[in-house]
């Protein structure tokens, strides 16, 4: 469904599946191709077993278009909370692509459990384009010391691993919306 969505076609023929699907192996990028810019898809080179299983499917199809093909990521795209700690803090904050709002909150904390439902709707709202975790200060000192957490809940904005943005307290949607469309085409 996604991959139809990003080609903008509403029926794909098998002969066109198979031409997106195994496109020319001396071509080695998708800009050569032609293919449309989508967040979501990967062109990826089929091993040579995989290549020669879908000789049947690819015998209609120009020789041009066999060895690699598009995986669509659609799958893989978080849109929900989920809970970092010091163990991936690095791997899954500092290093990520995009965009990532975390929330440092503890379980004790009343208005921690207020913006809980507006940080699941921004993490529905915004899937793809950030990834939303949250950090819970009681289990993470370390990490609510190195960015100068003093009270919870706070949202913190990172964008190519730094910290951009910083909203303390149980925030409206409009506000944590706000601060996260600064950093979407960045």
Not at 29 to 36: A, G, H, I, R, V
Not at 80 to 85: A, L, S
Not at 107 to 131: F, H, N, S, T
């Amino acid at each position: 469904m996604a991959l139809e969505t990003c080609f903008q076609v509403s029926t794909i023929s098998a002969t066109t599946r198979a031409s997106v699907l195994y496109p020319h192996s001396s071509v080695s990028s998708k800009e050569k191709l032609n293919l449309p810019t989508c967040k979501g898809l990967k062109v990826s080179t089929l091993s040579h077993a995989a290549s020669s299983s879908f000789s049947s499917l690819s015998r209609s199809v120009d020789h041009r278009y066999r060895g690699y093909r598009i995986v669509c990521k659609a799958g893989e795209v978080i849109n929900e909370v989920r809970v970092v700690n010091e163990s991936d803090w690095e791997q899954l904050v500092i290093a990520s692509e995009t965009p990532v709002l975390v929330e440092f909150w503890a379980p004790w904390c009343g208005p921690c459990r207020m913006i809980q439902p507006v940080i699941d709707d921004l993490a529905k709202k915004y899937a793809g384009k950030i990834v939303c975790y949250k950090v819970n200060t009681d289990d993470c000192p370390n990490i609510a010391t190195t960015y100068g957490i003093r009270s919870i809940p706070t949202v913190l904005v990172f964008n190519n691993g730094e910290k951009k943005e910083s909203v303390i307290g149980a925030v409206p949607f409009s506000t944590l919306s706000a601060a996260v469309e600064k950093y979407l085409n960045s």
